[in-house]
């Protein structure tokens, strides 16, 4: 039987105390090692019903306790479990990864770890209703990204994906960034992806712009949102235009904020009212 490292996470507000908890550790055969992620359960989950499902990624540089504990509302994921009766689960992965499936290195294989490993995982561990119809994901920045490319390659996963701020194009001369940083992702993003790295049309699959067609033909209901002081603003209106002209039905939106948890925490209960809508009991 497997064991599992439970951490509970105190938060100040008492009001949503009731939601619990758990980081697990899990491992990941496809690329021996094992990675954290943060499950909490409303105070409903008791064993005797299944629950529908929320994926919740971190940012580039992130960790699995990032929604836990970099929020501004402090309890927030509890909250919106408690509200909307769900399991919440944010997996943790490795920085600047995309949740891609490198085609060169075999530590960065975490589109595999999500789809295949983590998923069934979770799915075998907890009292999920294990179909499409009751399973969303969502993200921040890169955690977008991930959203945006997973449901869209593995649609038999997802009934709704929404991201926040979302790298909507790895291609970082889109981003109003430094040089130096603009550099040094880029750099990151060949050793990851070596010959496979394009960033001219036709797009990439490594790049949730190059997977539009694919959003078409899913029918995956979608949401994106970001601040129009953020420096990937320009990544989202490029996806937006490109799903309009695909005749893509999307949800898009653009409000005050910069890439900042300020902005994210506002936005999770935007987006859990949006994916709402479309998770079955």
Known sequence: MKKFLILLFFIPSLLFAQAKVDTIEIYSKVMDKRLKAAVTTPSTYDGSKQFATLYLL???SGAFSDWHQKVTEPGLVNRMAEEYNLIIVTPGVGPSSYYFDSPVMDSVQYETYITAELI??????YRTLAKKESRAITGLSMGGHG??????????????????SGVMNIDT??????AEFSKLRQTQQKSMLGDDLVFDAPFSTYTAVGLVDKMMENGIALLMDCGVDDFLLETNRQMHQMLLKNGTPHD??????????????EALPFHLLFI???LAR
Not at 120 to 125: G, Q
Not at 254 to 264: D, K, L, Q
């Open 58 to 60: 971190h940012g580039g």
């Open 120 to 125: 069934p995982h979770i799915d075998s561990t």
């Open 147 to 164: 959203s945006i490319m997973l449901s869209a390659k593995h649609p038999d996963l997802f009934i709704a994906a929404t991201s926040m």
């Open 173 to 178: 001369r889109l981003w109003k960034v430094p």
């Open 252 to 265: 898009y939106t653009e409000r005050p904020g910069a890439h900042t948890w300020e902005y994210w925490t």
């Open 276 to 278: 709402d809508q479309y």
